[in-house]
C-alpha cells in the first residue's frame, strides 16, 4: 500500500496533499461563512458604524485571504517541510517589480478588450459629471478593496493546490484544474453570457496561472488580477463579473453593442474583445523575457524535496537524509 500513499522520496503523494488542503480549506469557508453571516447581523444592527457593506467587505475578503494563505503554509509545512516563503507571498527579491508590471499590463490589457468593443461601435464613453471629491474617494476606495479581494483569490486558485501539483511534476494538472474552478465560480454571478462568462474566465485563469508559474510568485497574478478589475469598474464605469463595484466611475459607459462582443450587463469579460485582449496577454506573458522566477522560489516549487524533519508526514527514516 505505501506506493499508493507516498512517493519515492517518502513524501505523501500530491494527490493525497492536494485533497488534504481542499477539505480543510472548504470545511474553514464554510465555517468563515458562517461567521460573517453573524457579523452582518451585527453590523447592519448599529447604524453608527460608517460604510457598513465596504467594512464586511473588506474583513469578508481579508478572511479569506488569511484562511487561503494560513492553510496553505500549514499544508506546506508539514506535508512537505517548506518554508512561508514557498507560497511566493512573501518580500522576496523583485516582488515588486513583478507587482508593477503586473499592475501596468492588466490594465493594459482591459483596454485593448474595450478598444475592440469601441471599434465595434458597442461601447461608448463619457466623463463622469459627479464631483471630484466623490470620484477620488470611489478610488481609493475601490483600490483597497479590489486589491485585497484579488490577493484572497489568487492565495485560494494560484496558492498551494497549484504549487504542490507543481511540484510533483503535473503543472499541467494543477492549471486545468484550478482554471476550471476559476471558471466555475463566476458562473454564479449576475447577467453571465453563455459561452463567454466561463470561457474567458477560464482564459483569465490560464493567465494568472502562466504569470505564477513564470514567476512562482503570486505578485504578478495579484497586479494582473487587481488591476483588470479596477480599470472596468472605476476607471470605465464597466461591471466587473456582472457586479458593480465603484460608486463613483471615473468614465461612464454606454453599452449599445451585441452582447457577444460587449457582455452586455455582466461587463465586458463577457463579450469577445476580452477573449482577444486576455489571449494576447497570455501569449506575452508565455514569452517575454521582461519576467523571471526567483532561484530559490523556482527550486522550492519545482521539485519534490528530501524529507528532513520527523514532523513532516512520511515513511523515510528521520536520520535518512545525510
Not at 460608517?50 to 503554509?73: E, M, Q, S, T
Not at 486545468?176 to 471558471?183: I, Q
Request: with cysteine; glycine share 10%.
Amino acid at each position: 500500500m505505501h506506493p499508493i500513499f507516498f512517493n519515492d522520496a517518502g513524501r505523501l503523494r500530491s494527490g493525497w496533499r492536494l485533497t488534504i488542503f481542499i477539505l480543510v480549506l472548504v470545511l474553514f469557508l464554510i465555517l468563515w461563512e458562517q461567521i460573517v453571516r453573524v457579523l452582518y447581523g451585527l453590523v447592519s444592527s448599529y447604524r453608527s458604524i460608517p460604510h457598513p457593506d465596504l467594512v464586511l467587505a473588506l474583513v469578508y475578503r481579508g478572511g479569506l485571504l488569511v484562511i487561503a494563505l494560513a492553510i496553505g503554509y500549514l499544508c506546506a509545512h508539514f506535508l512537505e517541510e517548506l518554508p512561508w516563503r514557498s507560497l511566493g507571498a512573501s518580500f522576496q527579491n523583485g516582488w515588486l517589480k513583478d507587482f508593477v508590471i503586473g499592475s501596468v499590463l492588466g490594465f493594459a490589457t482591459l483596454v485593448v478588450a474595450v478598444v475592440i468593443a469601441m471599434a465595434g461601435r458597442g461601447l461608448r464613453f463619457s466623463v463622469n459629471d459627479v464631483d471630484w471629491t466623490s470620484i477620488l474617494r470611489s478610488m481609493i476606495g475601490s483600490i483597497v478593496i479590489l486589491v485585497l479581494a484579488a490577493f484572497a483569490e489568487e492565495a485560494l486558485f494560484r496558492g498551494y493546490a497549484l504549487q504542490t501539483l507543481t511540484r510533483a511534476k503535473l503543472a499541467w494538472l494543477g492549471v486545468a484544474l484550478t482554471l476550471a474552478l476559476f471558471g466555475a465560480a463566476h458562473l454564479t454571478n449576475p447577467n453571465v453570457v453563455p459561452g463567454f462568462t466561463f470561457t474567458n474566465t477560464a482564459i483569465a485563469g490560464l493567465w494568472f496561472a502562466i504569470a505564477y508559474l513564470r514567476t512562482r510568485s503570486l505578485w504578478l497574478p495579484l497586479g494582473l488580477h487587481w488591476s483588470w478589475n479596477w480599470a472596468l469598474g472605476w476607471f470605465f464605469g464597466l461591471p466587473v463579473s456582472g457586479l458593480n463595484l465603484a460608486s463613483h466611475p471615473l468614465f461612464k459607459a454606454s453599452d449599445t453593442g451585441p452582447l457577444w462582443l460587449t457582455g452586455g450587463s455582466y461587463g465586458i469579460e463577457g463579450g469577445i474583445g476580452a477573449t482577444i485582449g486576455l489571449a494576447l496577454c497570455t501569449l506575452f506573458l508565455w514569452r517575454t523575457s521582461m519576467i523571471s522566477a526567483d532561484p530559490e522560489l523556482k527550486k522550492l516549487t519545482s521539485e519534490e524535496n528530501p524529507v528532513t524533519h520527523p514532523s513532516v508526514l512520511s515513511i523515510r527514516p528521520a536520520d535518512d537524509h545525510a
